[in-house]
């Protein structure tokens, strides 16, 4: 069994770039025992641009 973590990030709303850095959060999770699991934009806003992203992780839980 596993348990998940979801981190959301805001996005651009002009540039569509993270507002946070994506790839320190992986690394710091991954540090903590935290394995990648998915990246993904929620429901897009009007003009087809994401808001916000979010990432998933996973940690398999100790039986």
Known sequence: ???YKFVEI???SFTGT???DYQEIIHTHAKEG???H???TPPFAAGGQALTMEIIFE???ME
């Open 10 to 12: 805001s996005v651009g």
């Open 1 to 3: 069994m596993y348990d």
């Open 34 to 36: 935290w394995r990648l």
């Open 18 to 20: 993270p507002k946070e």
């Open 38 to 40: 998915q990246i993904l």
């Open 59 to 61: 940690k398999k839980l």
